[in-house]
T-cell receptor, first 111, second 114 residues
Framework: DAKTTQPNSMESNEEEPVHLPCNHS???????IHWYRQLPSQGPEYVIH???SNVNNRMASLAIAEDRKSSTLILHRATLRDAAVYYC????????????FGQGTILTVHP | DTAVSQTPKYLVTQMGNDKSIKCEQN?????MYWYKQDSKKFLKIMFS???????INETVPNRFSPKSPDKAHLNLHINSLELGDSAVYFC?????????????FGAGTRLSVL
């Protein structure tokens, strides 16, 4: 099973950038790194994923360390709607898409 | 149209009862999942089906039986409900089961066993 380590909680002010770190030292060479978030009373929502190179999409950026044992999710300008629990995980080709979620990071955004 | 829909949204029942949760996805995906989120918010996979075939069964009690009548549906039947089954159950789907595939989750079914 994928094992990840994230800070329990982080805080940010609105419109400031947020960097959410994750350690995934047990990742294998073919595993993709995934980030999901869960807003209150909702199901998890995909944020971004990547393999080796840094990735950008409309929601966030993903910075992956060269050794792939850690990654950072970057929200460029946090909004109140970004307040959620952020989970990082990794999944490989033989896991049939199995995502193992850790405790996640509770992100609080202050107005 | 909701991509992954679960019914019911809330389920309150007595210990010992049997209940079912239904899940449907309209994304054309061939892989579906059931996850359980307990009171401490840990989200854990229970089952995965690919093209109606069971792929993942994560040490779940036999009282839980998933059924996939077709690729678009994955239902979860629970026999002899216990207090410890109280949790939020999420259904998800993806196109294939590769590590790069994105999973889309339903809104969850909150099960309370009294």
């Amino acid at each position: 099973d994928a094992k990840t380590t994230q800070p329990n909680s982080m805080e940010s002010n609105e419109e400031e950038p947020v960097h959410l770190p994750c350690n995934h030292s047990t990742i294998s060479g073919t595993d993709y790194i995934h980030w999901y978030r869960q807003l209150p009373s909702q199901g998890p929502e995909y944020v971004i994923h990547g393999l080796t190179s840094n990735v950008n999409n409309r929601m966030a950026s993903l910075a992956i360390a060269e050794d792939r044992k850690s990654s950072t999710l970057i929200l460029h300008r946090a909004t109140l709607r970004d307040a959620a629990v952020y989970y990082c995980t990794h999944a490989g080709g033989t896991s049939y898409g199995k995502l193992t979620f850790g405790q996640g990071t509770i992100l609080t955004v202050h107005p | 149209d909701t991509a992954v829909s679960q019914t019911p949204k809330y389920l309150v029942t007595q210990m010992g009862n049997d209940k079912s949760i239904k899940c449907e996805q309209n994304l054309g995906h061939d892989t579906m999942y059931w996850y359980k989120q307990d009171s401490k918010k840990f989200l854990k996979i229970m089952f995965s089906y690919n093209n109606k075939e069971l792929i993942i069964n994560e040490t779940v009690p036999n009282r839980f039986s998933p059924k996939s009548p077709d690729k678009a549906h994955l239902n979860l039947h629970i026999n002899s409900l216990e207090l410890g089954d109280s949790a939020v159950y999420f259904c998800a789907s993806s196109q294939g089961g590769l590590g790069e595939n994105i999973q889309y989750f339903g809104a969850g079914t909150r099960l309370s066993v009294l």
